[in-house]
T-cell receptor, first 111, second 114 residues
Framework: DAKTTQPNSMESNEEEPVHLPCNHS???????IHWYRQLPSQGPEYVIH???SNVNNRMASLAIAEDRKSSTLILHRATLRDAAVYYC????????????FGAGTRLTVKP | DTAVSQTPKYLVTQMGNDKSIKCEQN?????MYWYKQDSKKFLKIMFS???????INETVPNRFSPKSPDKAHLNLHINSLELGDSAVYFC?????????????FGPGTRLTVL
């Protein structure tokens, strides 16, 4: 799978928007961009995914660059419960079983 | 209702022992996985089973043997435990063919080998 690069850590204030960046310059045309997060002492959970267009769901928004070499996960109003490690993962559409986690970004939310 | 469950939640054992971790999913998924998260927090896939057949087997010692009695269960048996096996083990499941192929993770089993 193509590699992703994320900042090791980010901080945010409660109730403010958070933009979590991810670089994936070697992305292929069949790679989906997936985001998962891992809350403290829990298993990872799905957040959002996209291919080319921006995506919104109840948890977050995903903004994908036009050249698809980077993407940004947007939490519109961070809460204390959003403190977690966020993983950006590329998954080949034709190889859905394989998911490789990187180091992710540890998000700290300050009250 | 718990979607993916693991037992036990904590497991403390001595080196050389044999232990098993159980995983069950009630989502009707056909694919199940085991991941290992070490002390540095890196999460690595170990095994993947689809319809009870092994699909992915990463470079994992032969001491680790997954067993899938049916589609809803994927148990992990570990022989001759070593100190380096101490980690949190996560089970997950997904449905092949689903466009998102979202994986649902269990709460994890923290294994400590003394």
């Amino acid at each position: 799978d193509a590699k992703t690069t994320q900042p090791n850590s980010m901080e945010s204030n409660e109730e403010e928007p958070v933009h979590l960046p991810c670089n994936h310059s070697t992305i292929s045309g069949t790679d989906y961009i997936h985001w998962y997060r891992q809350l403290p002492s829990q298993g990872p959970e799905y957040v959002i995914h996209g291919l080319t267009s921006n995506v919104n769901n109840r948890m977050a928004s995903l903004a994908i660059a036009e050249d698809r070499k980077s993407s940004t996960l947007i939490l519109h109003r961070a809460t204390l419960r959003d403190a977690a490690v966020y993983y950006c993962i590329l998954r080949d559409r034709g190889n859905n079983n394989d998911m490789r986690f990187g180091a992710g970004t540890r998000l700290t939310v300050k009250p | 209702d718990t979607a993916v469950s693991q037992t036990p939640k904590y497991l403390v054992t001595q080196m050389g022992n044999d232990k098993s971790i159980k995983c069950e999913q009630n989502l009707g998924h056909d694919t199940m996985y085991w991941y290992k998260q070490d002390s540095k927090k890196f999460l690595k896939i170990m095994f993947s089973y689809n319809n009870k057949e092994l699909i992915i087997n990463e470079t994992v010692p032969n001491r680790f043997s997954p067993k899938s009695p049916d589609k809803a269960h994927l148990n992990l048996h570990i022989n001759s435990l070593e100190l380096g096996d101490s980690a949190v083990y996560f089970c997950a499941s997904s449905q092949a063919g689903d466009e998102t192929d979202t994986q649902y993770f269990g709460p994890g089993t923290r294994l400590t080998v003394l």
